[in-house]
């Protein structure tokens, strides 16, 4: 079964608005988890590493005031879309690691969120 | 700069056959790699994978090979069944880089014929 749940799965939202989408550990602590961004027929791009109880790390070129991640426990991150505009529009899913703390882990994700901007 | 590349989009194999799909990196700092499968609207799923200090391993019908000197991977199914239809990405992460972080390549799309 599914070990890291994300919510929603899917998501249509105006644009100007904010969206959040959850993303929670089962059953496991993750004190890092990881957010991903697809656009339509690309590869997976790492958008930001969320740590718990610190501030997430971003990766270049994506605005950290525009993606607010919080990672407010061990079972919990998410990913906050503010001002959504219609190149947002994309799939987006988060990820944490099998094995807690082993460093080269699997990583296993969330069912992803496809966001929508109109 | 595109640091994992998986050069075939698209690949068609009949049921019963060998798949190979085929992944290439430059970044020599990589040293553990993972194939991931991906279903439409889903997560990918972990499969499988290989640390640098080693050149192959095997996980029932799926083998993973490396050849670090041409940094080239491959993940072969053997043998392949329709429900292994599905999007394959290759993926790579360097310890120094906090080991969890992966780069992924682009993805290649196997069609599993009955």
């Known amino acids: 079964g599914a070990v890291v749940s994300q919510h929603p799965s899917r998501v249509i939202c105006k644009s100007g608005t904010s969206v959040k989408i959850e993303c929670r550990s089962l059953?496991?602590?993750?004190?890092?988890m990881f957010w991903y961004r697809q656009f339509p027929k690309q590869s997976l791009m790492l958008m930001a590493t969320?740590?718990?109880?610190?501030?997430?790390?971003?990766e270049q070129g994506v605005e950290k005031d525009k993606f607010l991640i919080n990672h407010a426990s061990l079972t919990l991150s998410t990913l906050t879309v503010t001002s959504a505009h219609p190149e947002d529009s994309s799939f987006y899913i988060c990820?944490?690691?099998?094995?807690?703390?082993?460093?080269?882990?699997?990583?296993?994700f969330g069912n992803g969120t496809r966001l929508t901007v109109t | 700069d595109q640091q994992v590349k998986q050069n075939s989009p698209s690949l068609s194999v009949q049921e019963g056959r060998i798949s190979i799909l085929n992944c290439d990196y430059t970044?020599?700092?990589?040293?553990?790699f993972l194939w991931y499968k991906k279903y439409p609207a889903e997560g990918p799923t972990f499969l499988i994978s290989?640390?640098?200090?080693?050149d192959k391993n095997e996980d029932g019908r799926f083998t993973v090979f490396l050849n670090k000197s041409a940094k080239h991977l491959s993940l072969h199914i053997v043998p392949s069944q329709p429900g292994d239809s599905a999007v394959y990405f290759c993926?790579?992460?360097?310890?120094?880089?906090?080991?969890?972080?992966?780069?992924f390549g682009g993805g290649t799309r196997l069609m599993v014929k009955p």
């Open positions: 990820s944490a690691p099998i094995t807690i703390g082993q460093t080269n882990s699997p990583l296993h």
């Open positions: 059953d496991f602590q993750a004190t890092t």
């Open positions: 969320s740590n718990e109880g610190s501030k997430a790390t971003y």
């Open positions: 970044n020599s700092m990589f040293d553990y």
């Open positions: 290989i640390s640098s200090i080693k």
């Open positions: 993926a790579a992460s360097a310890l120094n880089n906090a080991g969890n972080m992966l780069t």
